[in-house]
């Protein structure tokens, strides 16, 4: 079982930058692939970004291409997501997850999932 813990959140301006991490405990999830989804009120939860147990391979959202990058270290066992350019269209709760296997973009195929961190980004 992994337990994930999502941090970095907060409150920034339009065109700031925030550092999201995503620390799992208990099974390490150095073979699994992890994502990161949001979830901006009233909306459905949309994929973001994944990235591979190598993390050779890393996917994204066309909204945050270019602005956005994933990384892992698994000696850590943490998953990081890089925000820059941000706009008050990613405001949104941030929320990784992971699963065994290859990368999805459908949330309802990975296994566990940490509670989430809040981004707000003021105009």
């Known amino acids: 079982q992994v337990q994930l813990v999502e941090s970095g959140g907060g409150l920034v301006q339009a065109g700031d930058s925030l550092r999201l991490s995503c620390a799992a405990s208990g099974r390490t999830f150095g073979s699994d692939t992890v994502a990161w989804f949001r979830q901006a009120p009233g909306k459905v939860r949309e994929f973001t970004a994944a990235?591979?147990?190598?993390?050779?391979?890393?996917a994204y959202a066309d909204s945050v291409k270019g602005r956005f990058t994933i990384s892992r270290d698994n000696a850590q066992n943490t998953v990081y997501l890089q925000m820059n350019s941000l706009k008050p269209e990613d405001t949104a709760t941030y929320y990784c997850a992971g699963r065994r296997g290859g990368y999805y973009s459908d949330d309802g195929v990975y296994e566990y999932w940490g509670q989430g961190t809040q981004v707000t980004v003021s105009s």
């Open positions: 990235i591979s147990w190598t993390g050779l391979s890393t």
